[in-house]
């Protein structure tokens, strides 16, 4: 029991180090009862992933208010060759898209500033395909979140199996960054406007809004549509432009971020 204090006294919030105190109390006394005692230790473990939870979401929360401010531009061509019988010859552009280097290029300098890493793991999945999982860790405190992604082998043009895991694999290592971050890429021919958010953009506002409590001002602030314009909070958040999802997401992670660090002060 005493080397497991020993493990448990490191720096900590005034919250933890209370629970600490008793804990050392409790084992210098010869009378304690060891079943009382291993439940405050485990009151002291709860505390101390809330606050690694509470100190993860505040530095994610720091790197998304800087991402809203940066414009990440689709700058890759995918080339198709031309279909047989047609009069063209050669290939044709059929989209661009932001490679995973280039998305890393912005993220990877906020990771390293907030003690945050993200790293990948994969493993085949049946009948083919594979699932890529993005672990996005705190190094100070440990917490972490997974997130997973599955697809088919892109065996597209004529690519050999090993070319169809290679190419998979970078396509979501690179839509789980974005998912994570709420990253949006834009063309370099929009200038980022790009309409407004789609169906699961809207579907996560939606559920961050609750989450938040946000009232109409948050739709005022994001510069959409009232509920009385629109019909319905669904149909408001819908107008909420493009080029503004990451801004949108943020503000209100941020501000869940802080309700829950000031109910966690009180409690």
Not at 9 to 23: E, H, N, Q, R
Not at 236 to 250: E, F, L, P, Q
């Amino acid at each position: 029991m005493a080397e497991q204090i020993e493990q448990l006294a490191a720096p900590s919030s005034d919250g933890a180090t209370a629970v600490l105190v008793l804990i050392e109390r409790a084992a210098r006394d010869p009378g304690a009862d060891a079943a009382k005692l291993e439940r405050i230790i485990a009151m002291y473990e709860q505390l101390k992933a809330k606050e690694a939870e509470l100190a993860f979401n505040e530095a994610k929360g720091r790197i998304l208010k800087k991402l809203a401010g940066i414009t990440i531009v689709k700058n890759r061509p995918v080339l198709y060759e031309i279909e047989k019988g047609k009069p063209q010859k050669g290939v044709y552009e059929a989209f661009k898209y932001a490679p995973l280097e280039e998305i890393d290029k912005y993220l990877r300098p906020l990771l390293i500033e907030e003690d945050l890493d993200l790293s990948y793991s994969s493993e085949p999945r049946e009948h083919g395909g594979i699932l890529i999982r993005g672990r996005l860790k705190h190094l100070p405190g440990g917490h972490f979140e997974d997130s997973f992604m599955p697809a088919p082998l892109d065996i597209s043009g004529g690519k050999s199996t090993v070319q169809g895991v290679g190419s998979t694999n970078s396509y979501l290592r690179r839509y789980i960054a974005c998912n994570i971050f709420n990253i949006v890429v834009v063309g370099d021919d929009d200038d980022g406007n790009g309409g407004t958010i789609d169906e699961a953009q809207t579907a996560k506002i939606l559920d961050l809004i609750k989450k938040a409590k946000a009232g109409p001002k948050y739709l005022k602030y994001m510069k959409a549509q009232s509920i009385e314009e629109a019909g319905s909070l669904e149909a408001a958040v819908a107008t909420i432009a493009a080029r503004d999802y990451r801004k949108a997401v943020s503000t209100l992670e941020e501000q869940i971020a802080k309700a829950e660090a000031g109910h966690a002060s009180l409690s």
